[in-house]
């Protein structure tokens, strides 16, 4: 999987907008972006994947650059409840049948701190 | 509709014994993986499993084994513990009917956590 960076660590105020940038300046034509978080004391939980079109759901929404060489999380009003890590994971869109592979690959991710 | 649950919550072991950690995956889903994730890390793969059979392996040693039951339901084996082996273990599930797509989203269970003194 191509790899991306993020920063280590972001601080955002209670009820205000927050960015979480991506860089994936390798990723290939074929590659979706995932967004994981992971709250303290929990497992990762799914948070919006896209492919070229910028995507909205009830979490988040994620804003993907024309080139796709960069991508951003965008919380519209963080709570104290987003206080998580955000990972940024790549993912092959072309499938494989039989005894394919699955694995998703985490990096150190980006520590969101929000303030009361 | 219950998530991914995971057993025992929490567990210490000393070193050289082994553990067995269980892995209940959502409703419907028919794939499971594990991983390793230690202190200020991201989690690391360990293997896949569907229809009972290991489709996928990290770079783990032959120490680390499972297994997948007709029920979808998994076991994560670890023998001869290792201090480093301390580490949250967390179970993944999906629905892959074999085919694996890169906009399938996995679901996590919350973890065992895993002491060895």
């Known amino acids: 999987d191509a790899k991306t960076t993020q920063p280590n660590s972001m601080e955002s105020n209670e009820e205000e907008p927050v960015h979480l940038p991506c860089n994936h300046s390798?990723?290939?034509?074929?590659?979706?972006i995932h967004w994981y978080r992971q709250l303290p004391s929990q497992g990762p939980e799914y948070v919006i994947h896209g492919l070229t079109s910028n995507v909205n759901n009830r979490m988040a929404s994620l804003a993907i650059a024309e080139d796709r060489k960069s991508s951003t999380l965008i919380l519209h009003r963080a709570t104290l409840r987003d206080a998580a890590v955000y990972y940024c994971?790549?993912?092959?869109?072309?499938?494989?049948?039989?005894?394919?592979?699955?694995?998703?690959?985490f990096g150190k991710g980006t520590k969101l701190s929000v303030i009361p | 509709d219950a998530g991914v649950t995971q057993s025992p919550t929490h567990l210490i072991k000393t070193r050289g014994q082994q553990v067995t950690l269980r892995c209940s995956p959502k409703s419907g889903h028919d794939t499971v993986s594990w991983y390793q994730q230690a202190l200020g890390q991201g989690p690391q793969f360990i293997f896949q499993?569907?229809?009972?059979?290991?489709?996928q392996r990290g770079n783990f040693p032959d120490r680390f084994s499972g297994h997948q039951f007709p029920n979808y339901s998994s076991e994560l084996n670890v023998n001869a513990l290792l201090l480093g082996d301390s580490a949250l273990y967390l179970c993944?599930?999906?629905?892959?009917?074999?085919?694996?797509?890169?906009?399938?989203?996995?679901?996590f269970g919350d973890g065992t956590r895993l002491s060895i003194l």
């Open positions: 994971i790549l993912r092959d869109a072309i499938g494989y049948s039989g005894a394919g592979s699955y694995q998703l690959t």
């Open positions: 390798t990723i290939s034509g074929t590659d979706y």
């Open positions: 499993y569907y229809e009972e059979e290991e489709r």
């Open positions: 993944a599930s999906t629905k892959t009917g074999g085919s694996y797509w890169g906009n399938q989203p996995q679901h």
